[in-house]
């Protein structure tokens, strides 16, 4: 069966750090590329950062660059997205998904909530 599982979401301070990660099981993970999106409250899905097989490139949302990064280990079939100096409005289900060719994936999400 096929699972992307989110971890590492939570409740934090503006100025604050997190590191999310997605689990991937069930496909081949070194031929996906990667991406981390984001939804908050009232609002569409955003693409936050990709990243390519084999982590040979990366993109992010020109917002985030510098404080967003997004890195794989093939070896453990995991994404992270390390995430920096967060504000308020990084508030949101962040997801994680998985694509090759015409197929793509979606875990469930994992809520970041900026909060003072």
């Known amino acids: 069966q096929v699972q992307l599982v989110e971890s590492g979401g939570g409740l934090v301070q503006p100025g604050g750090s997190l590191r999310l990660s997605c689990a991937a099981s069930g496909f081949t993970f070194i031929n996906y590329a990667m991406r981390w999106y984001r939804q908050a409250p009232g609002k569409e899905r955003k693409l936050v950062a990709a990243?390519?097989?084999?982590?040979?490139?990366?993109t992010y949302a020109d917002s985030l660059k510098g404080r967003f990064t997004i890195s794989r280990d093939d070896a453990k079939n995991t994404v992270y997205l390390e995430m920096n100096s967060l504000k308020l409005d990084d508030t949101a289900v962040y997801y994680c998904s998985a694509r090759f060719a015409q197929i793509t994936y979606w875990g469930q999400g994992t809520q970041v909530t900026v909060s003072s």
């Open positions: 990243i390519t097989t084999r982590g040979s490139s990366t």
